[in-house]
């Protein structure tokens, strides 16, 4: 065996995740492994049970993209028995996955990829007046005064003094890699506390909507809550939450949204990013970018309609975009040659969603060990391919295909960014290049948000209340064997799952999830997942005990391993609770 550089777990990421690196010449990265480390077993949970609760269940998939396996499982249901949605439900719908665009996409730069770029230490020599000129130089965030910054960084000296660093502990402070002034790193720290708080307010959109968060309600059929035009009862008690008060609520809320994506968020975007622009030269993983679309305007069964459109995208070639067929069976399969599964009809046979199998089969090492058995089976995700290609999900993929698609809006917004970082769009193939794209998506998605609530207050003022469609929600009516998928962008990417149904319960479930498609190891073919091919594009270790340039690259995907795993005993228990008091 080859000696690996052993990252295990990548930190600030949901889930368990192992990376193993061959170094070669001069610390440079020449194979790269992707594992991940615990097994998921949701299909199997889900099995015999009534169809319209599936979304509960899965929802529980992950609580970081808290609504995302919600929607997939009721349109998926719905999809399967004929269901239509009242165009209300579809614009609640198309404003509760908006906000976790943009609340994912803050959350991901600040608190879990903004410390690969931004050294938190070196921001106590920074001069907090100079940090004030540079935060005005290129924003207009009305809180960018000395007094601001001079605060933030009293607040960090009590941290480091009191021996108590907490969240910005273990990192690789004082690493060469880090480029950005002390200036910079002050305005970055000083914007990661205040997401913080910005984002308590965000996540109001979804408990007006959905009754809480994390895990809103979903309903098979449209939206779990009613609307009231009135705010008070005959009897002066308070209606539902979705009145006119309540929808004022949620103005007020997407207004701040946008304040913080146009005069923190993108700034600090641009600043950050032309510090680093060899960057926008390393990390490209395949080439290889897959959507499957939302946001529709009229439904899901109008492609026309929807915002993000679905295609594929192979070889950097942005001149073609590819249809998607998502019941064909010869599309999308998942593989098990390096997984710990096993499939009836073989480890190297791909399965559609519709026919997949889920049995476990673990063959790996016994832990502890010192590496993996890479040309044998080494994680419990499987490997996702579309036509037998290796696809790169996520932000990156959806906005190169609005690019290629020629939405104006995107096209304007790209070339504005590359021009300010005197780059080509070919830059965007890249590390940077993904954290460049959700950016620019969080401006696209944010500002479309006032148009789907101006549209609900309109049809809301014309007499439209209905958010259901009761129809076929007896179980009698079901035919007596239906499949359906239910699809949707999730903030990392293109997820999706399949239903099957007989004699009104569900008989096979699976869903491939956008961790799964990026982070899957490799395939009979010993084709790389994206995950492994990017660390193997121009990737060098100044320091292999501080694996920065990892992290970098593996954090610019946004892994959630959560939603590809999950951690049970062989009798299929939990292993472990947590209670924070």
């Keep these: 065996m080859n000696e690996r550089i052993v990252v295990d777990p990548i930190t600030r990421i949901e889930g368990h995740l192992r990376i193993e690196a061959e170094l070669g010449a001069g610390n440079t990265i020449a194979g790269a492994y992707s594992s991940g480390t615990m097994v998921r077993g949701i299909e199997l949970i889900l099995k015999g049970r009534d169809p319209r609760d599936a979304w509960a269940y899965a929802q529980r998939i992950c609580g970081v993209c808290t609504l995302v396996h919600g929607i997939a499982s009721v349109r998926a249901v719905e999809n399967a028995l004929g269901y239509t949605i009242p165009p209300n439900a579809q614009l609640i719908r198309n404003l509760m996955i908006a906000a976790q665009y943009v609340h994912d996409h803050v959350m991901h730069f600040y608190h879990l990829h903004a410390l690969d770029w931004v050294d938190v230490v070196s921001a106590l020599s920074a001069d907090p007046a100079a940090t004030s000129q540079l935060a005005q130089s290129i ?10 910054f001079a605060d933030t960084q009293t607040k960090l000296k009590a941290f480091v003094e009191g021996g108590q660093l907490g969240i910005f502990a273990n990192g690789f402070w004082g690493n060469p890699g880090y480029k950005l002034p002390p200036e910079a790193n002050l305005m970055a720290v000083a914007h990661y506390l205040e997401a913080l708080a910005w984002q308590r307010e965000v996540v109001q959109i979804h408990t007006i909507f959905g009754g809480k968060n994390p895990h809103p309600n979903f309903l098979v059929g449209g939206a779990p809550s009613p609307i009231s035009i009135d705010t008070l009862d005959a009897g002066g008690a308070q209606m539902t939450a979705v009145n006119m008060a309540g929808l004022g609520t949620i103005k007020s809320v997407i207004q701040r949204m946008r304040d913080f994506v146009d005069q923190v968020y993108l700034p600090d975007t641009l600043a950050i990013a032309s510090f680093y622009k060899d960057w926008f030269a ?39 975009i590819h249809p998607v067929d998502m019941t064909a069976p010869e599309e999308i399969q998942e593989f098990v040659s390096h997984s710990w599964y096993y499939y009836s009809g073989g480890k190297d046979a791909g399965l559609h969603p519709y026919d997949g199998e889920t049995a476990l089969n673990y063959t790996g090492p016994q832990p502890p060990y010192e590496q993996l058995e890479v040309e044998q089976s080494y994680s419990w995700l499987k490997s996702p391919r579309w036509k037998g290609n290796v696809m790169e999900v996520g932000p990156l993929a959806r906005v190169l295909m609005l690019y290629a698609s020629g939405h104006e809006p995107t096209q304007a917004l790209a070339k504005q960014a590359l021009a300010k970082l005197d780059l080509p769009l070919t830059a965007m193939f890249s590390t940077m290049g993904r954290t460049a794209a959700r950016t620019l998506e969080s401006k696209i998605v944010v500002d479309q948000m006032q148009v789907w609530l101006d549209a609900l207050v309109v049809n809301i003022k014309a007499g439209d209340l209905t958010v259901h469609n009761p129809v076929k929600w007896e179980p009698s009516t079901w035919p007596k064997e239906a499949r359906g998928v239910g699809f949707m962008e999730a903030p990392r990417g293109a997820l999706a799952h399949w239903i099957v149904i007989k004699d009104t319960k569900i008989d096979n479930y699976q869903a491939v999830v956008p961790s799964t498609w990026n982070a899957g190891p490799r395939d009979a073919q010993g084709n790389p997942g994206p995950y492994e091919a990017a660390l193997m ?3 060098t270790l100044h320091d292999p005990k501080q694996p920065l340039e990892i992290q970098r690259t593996i954090h610019s995907f946004d892994p959630c391993i959560a939603c590809a795993v999950h951690v049970v005993d062989p009798d299929g228990e939990e292993l472990m609770q947590i209670r924070v008091r």
């Design 139 to 148: 924003s207009s965030y009305p809180k960018s005064s000395p007094g601001y």
């Design 282 to 320: 390393r990390g490209e993983g395949v080439g290889n970018f897959l959507t499957y679309g939302d946001f529709p305007e009229t439904g899901m069964d109008d492609p026309s309609s929807w915002l993000i459109p679905a295609g594929a995208i192979l070889n950097r070639d942005l001149s073609t």
């Design 537 to 539: 594009d121009r990737h």
